[in-house]
């Protein structure tokens, strides 16, 4: 599901550097004589292609804004957890990457995922600021994103995190990251629509 989802990401970013080179100001391969020359596109293309993300991600509401952030820290905290608990228990961390244990009780990551998750959302609720709100999706994801990998361990009360029982926490994040896409898809189809039809944005309170 991990190769799946990470083709899925690359794929599309495959297809938007490839549309903005056929558009953008970049000569095109077939134009091309000489491999630095290849090269030389290929870089223009890629730097539109991230300026083209960079505005994309100023234009949209900060609604839009705190959803895609929310799914990005999400998907790759997730990423980051699963790729360092790897390392740890296969002994390559090199001393740096280890269990953390405390009063000899390892401390799994769901414990700090609750506190940043917990932490973000209080002060979203007491801060009620939406512009704050998009930076504090990030924590909050990444916190999700933690608790929600130890899913299955904390179904079990078990360390259940490498065994058969433990793929649910694998399928539970991965059906996290697809709500939270489609959220994020439906969001941007509803304001599209809002504003097609007339409708005023709310006003800010």
Known sequence: MGVLALAAALGTASVEVARV???????????TE????????????????IQVVRE???????RENAVFNLLAAFTVTFGLARATTALIRSGKGQGILRDFVIAEKRV????????????AGGTSISSRSKELDRWLALPFGAGAALILDEAALLLEMDDVYWTEEGVLS???????????????LAVRLLRRGETRVGLSPVPAP
């Open 34 to 49: 000489t491999p630095t020359e290849l090269l030389g596109a290929a870089g223009t293309a890629t730097l539109e292609t």
């Open 170 to 184: 694998l399928q539970v994040s991965f059906a996290t990251i697809a709500m939270l896409a489609a959220g994020a």
């Open 21 to 31: 080179w056929r558009r953008g100001s970049a000569e095109l391969p077939t134009e």
């Open 56 to 62: 994309g991600y100023r234009s949209v509401s900060e």
């Open 108 to 119: 799994h990551h769901f414990v700090p995922g609750i506190v940043v998750a917990l932490a």
